[in-house]
């Protein structure tokens, strides 16, 4: 029975998650009632309140869901390999969105999926910023700095362009293609 109950509540949870994406496609965030999502997700009020507070304590566990996701890909491919062979990590990342690409496409389309992109960024930030710094110890700080904004900026908006649909191509294209531009880029941190 409590098996049974464990689905009922991660099912509950998707409805929701999903109904909150489709409806920030539909209008602003800060429109959308409670009342929007139980009514889009097909579930009662109190199915709802049962699992969360209001819609923003609904915004907080997607970001923190992805972003748990996120640093699982982080942790299993390596910081350094990620830095040094990036192609695999971003066709890993395109792979996991392709699972549910209509979820993730209607997330892109607001600034979640945006937010914890760049929080995930963030958290890596200084090791990326040392290791730029480790390559170019005659590059001042600031240098280093402009760089990794081109880098991280460029990567992250060419992975919602491609989600979006505005970049038509596999997962593995995108990052190969992704990839050679990263690999590129450092040459500059090399020279």
């Known amino acids: 029975m409590a098996k049974a109950e464990y689905r009922s509540s991660i099912r509950s949870k998707n409805l929701i998650k999903k109904a909150l994406a489709k409806l920030i496609h539909e209008k602003d965030l800060s429109k959308i009632t409670v009342s929007d999502i139980?009514?889009?997700a097909d579930i009662s009020r109190g199915t709802f309140y049962a699992h969360?507070?209001?819609?923003?304590?609904?915004?907080t566990q997607i970001e923190s869901e992805e972003m748990?996701?996120?640093m699982v890909f982080v942790d299993k491919y390596g910081f350094e390999n990620i830095c040094t062979q990036p192609k695999n990590f971003i066709v890993a990342i395109c792979e996991y969105m392709m699972k549910d690409i209509e979820y993730y496409r209607m997330l892109a389309m607001s600034n979640i999926l945006n937010n914890f992109i760049w929080?995930?960024?963030?958290?890596?930030?200084e090791k990326l910023l040392e290791r730029v710094l480790t390559l170019r110890p005659e590059m001042d700080r600031n240098e280093a700095e402009v760089y990794l904004i081109y880098i991280t900026s460029g990567a992250k908006t060419t992975i919602l362009s491609?989600?979006?649909g505005e970049?038509?191509?596999?997962?593995?294209?995108?990052?190969e293609?992704?990839?050679?531009?990263?690999?590129?880029?450092?040459?500059?941190?090399?020279?």
Not at 52 to 59: A, K, L, N, Q, R
Not at 177 to 191: A, C, H, V
């Open 177 to 191: 293609r992704l990839g050679k531009l990263i690999m590129l880029s450092q040459t500059y941190i090399e020279q």
């Open 52 to 59: 969360f507070s209001d819609v923003s304590s609904v915004v």
């Open 68 to 70: 748990n996701s996120l």
């Open 119 to 125: 929080r995930l960024v963030n958290v890596y930030y």
């Open 162 to 164: 491609w989600l979006n």
């Open 167 to 175: 970049i038509k191509c596999a997962p593995e294209e995108i990052g």
């Open 38 to 40: 139980i009514r889009e």
